[in-house]
């Protein structure tokens, strides 16, 4: 598995921060390579009963691992002026040296909400998290700069602890049009588990907006995270999902979607085909390892898996003897 990333995908909505650091420690034991922590102010259904603070949990692991490390992903509009993403991700950076990566995305009511305010429409919450990966941009420089957008304005300052590199910022999207412009404007991609057409598409996209800005797109970062569920029976396997992960069986955005408990109301009407095509249920391993791949083989360089049950660690063990010696680049 040498020419193969697979990380572990760190639920902060299903695990409380110190089992989910414990559980993260193991992952490495089992052969994952690195871990993407979700970054949630409330758990998708009131099941899952836990959101912590991704910045406090990644620095806690950066100590704890050795892999790489970022949020897989963070908004820099809302919740947090850019110049905060900034710091946060400057400063994991030069705790964990070429180890974090920042991951950005234009954000969901779920976790963003709350503090009031307009909540756009999707193509005005994207203008703004380009405007807020430029003002990072230009802090990530470690010189004194301001800023006035149309959404943020940032007077003269710096970030006055820089690591000697600044990490990738990588945007979170599934969209062609976003995708071109992360390979422009940015250091990397990350995207969903979806069909081979749509993230086949999307990595064209996004190589297309590197190669317009004279970058190999090559060498760039293309990360995937793939929520799935295995348990030693497809009965148990479909049971935690439909416990666990209703929203996997959603098929509709839940961008604009506020509150745990109205999310609870819709998995009242998730089915098991509900899931058929969006996340692969299933005992058979070698049906995973096939999911997987495929995603390999499309270019994609990291994969970062979530298995949605509670059995954390029997998934691991099995995953790392029987599928992760198995893939390869």
């Not at 030693?232 to 992960?245: F, G, H, K, R």
């Amino acid at each position: 598995m040498s020419d193969v990333k697979i990380g572990y995908a760190a639920a902060l909505e299903q695990f409380g921060p110190n089992e989910m650091i414990d559980l993260c420690e193991v992952a490495e034991q089992y052969g994952f390579m690195g871990t993407m922590a979700a970054d949630h102010f409330q758990p998708w259904v009131p099941a899952q009963g836990q959101a912590a603070y991704v910045w406090n949990v990644l620095s806690a692991l950066g100590a704890r691992t050795e892999g790489d490390l970022g949020p897989g992903v963070t908004c820099p509009t809302f919740r947090h002026h850019p110049a905060i993403v900034a710091q946060a991700s400057a400063t994991l950076e030069t705790m964990y040296p070429d180890r974090t990566w920042l991951g950005l995305g234009s954000g969901e009511a779920l976790n963003e909400h709350m503090f009031g305010g307009y909540w756009p429409e999707a193509p005005e919450r994207i203008t703004m998290m380009f405007e807020a990966v430029e003002l990072i941009q230009k802090l990530f420089t470690g010189k004194d700069v301001k800023h006035a957008g149309d959404y943020f304005k940032l007077h003269k300052t710096r970030l006055w602890t820089m690591p000697e590199r600044p990490p990738p910022i990588l945007i979170a999207t599934a969209g062609p049009i976003t995708a071109r412009k992360t390979g422009a404007r940015c250091d990397g991609i990350i995207t969903p588990g979806a069909t081979t057409q749509k993230v086949s598409s999307v990595l064209a996209k996004f190589d297309e907006g590197a190669k317009s800005e004279g970058k190999d797109p090559s060498i760039m970062p293309k990360l995937l995270q793939l929520h799935l569920s295995w348990a030693p029976t497809d009965e148990e396997a479909l049971n935690n999902a439909v416990s666990q992960w209703p929203n996997g069986g959603m098929k509709f955005s839940k961008q604009d979607v506020r509150s745990p408990h109205d999310f609870e109301q819709m998995a009242a009407l998730v089915r098991g085909e509900d899931f058929k095509g969006r996340m692969v249920i299933s005992s058979d391993l070698d049906v995973h390892r096939a999911e997987i791949q495929r995603f390999l083989d499309l270019g994609i360089t990291h994969v970062y898996l979530h298995n949605v049950g509670r059995n954390q660690t029997e998934w691991m063990e099995v995953f790392g003897r029987d599928v992760l010696p198995k893939l390869h680049g």
